[in-house]
């Protein structure tokens, strides 16, 4: 356990992301007593999005940051979830837990942008942050990896921690298998976050599915989410920089549904940010070579489906540093144990996102449909 750990043998260490991945590895890297550089691409960090789930490793991982206090006087009030039929009937779905949590099954949610202050503030000045930058070359030798940035600056580090998101590009840099590693699970996903519309009550979530399709709402107090999901047999070509034909393409998915769609599709046709993407998961064959590994959706994403990118990014950075600690002076025997560790639980929830997720949330077909409602009516649906 690292965690008042100082290491006799302080390294140089580059982190690309900013994000949970990026600014845990940092607190990680900080508390072993490694110089932290992270680059950036954004100009800050980067803000929106759902709320973060917190449970099972991550509540302990929190506590030992010394974090887990300031995550709870932020996390939001329990949430139901329910699931509709076109009546706005309830099929079934989960009550929002109340009263005392039992620590072993809490699951706990916080919005994103709370959790990457209370992550950033924990580092802030003890790091040489950098934004607007990003790493354009990755040389490794036995010795160091020499770095070259965007601006054609060049450094050497003892270690690079790609935390980069889901598009990493220290794993199209450095990773022979970056371009197979992306694993389509069958689906497109919109998104987008709108002040309170009354559409539901505050605290729930609510999910209506037709064959193919969902839509699910997320209540708050001051804002809602709007998810619309698509199932696709392979991936369609679209111009990801061209928004308007993105709007376009799920008016065309969802046009004539019916429940809450229609309120729904007027928040698409407005102006504003929203996030259009595939439903996907990173495979890698290895998360590390040389003296580079990935941490988070970088080098296992898990997709939206698993509803734990977040945490896993947490687990991930709390691991990796758990490994660097066993192994002083032996990065290659870190980097192994970090994986042989991680790798079965990621792959768990892996394959429990692409299967049983992707069924009871976002139903193929009929038979899937009436499979899913079955079991919100026996009360044996599990996500
Ligand atoms: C803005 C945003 C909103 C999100 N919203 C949702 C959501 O609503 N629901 C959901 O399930 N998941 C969402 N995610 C993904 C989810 O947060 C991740 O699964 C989880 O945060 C994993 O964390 P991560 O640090 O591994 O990756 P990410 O959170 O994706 O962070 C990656 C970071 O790397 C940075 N980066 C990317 N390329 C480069 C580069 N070339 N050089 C330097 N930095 C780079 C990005 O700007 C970002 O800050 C969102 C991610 C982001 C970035």
Redesign the pocket.
Known sequence: MPSEVCVSNPMRVLI???????LATAFWMTRLGHKVTI????AGL?????PVDITGETIDILRRMGMLDAVLAKALPPRGFDFKDENDATLGGFTAETGERDPATARYEIH?DDLLDILFAAIDGAIDMRFQR??RQLSDNASAVTVTFDDGAQEQYALVFG?????S?TRALAFDDAETASYFMGGYFY?RVVPETGLLPGDTSQLFSVPGKSAMLNGYHDRTDICLAFRAERPIAYDFRDKAAQRRLIREQFEGIGWKVPAMLAHVDTEGDF?FDQANQIRMQTWSTGRIALV???GY?VS?LAGM??SI?LIGAARLADALAQHPGDHAAAFQAYETGLRPFVEAVQERAATNGMSMLFPADEAELAERNRRLRDGTIDL
């Open positions: 690309s992301g900013a994000s949970f991945a990026g680059v950036e691409a954004a980067r803000r929106g999005g759902t994103r990003s790493i935390c980069d998101g889901n598009r590009n998104l996030y988070g959706d970088a994403c939206p990118g977040g990014a």
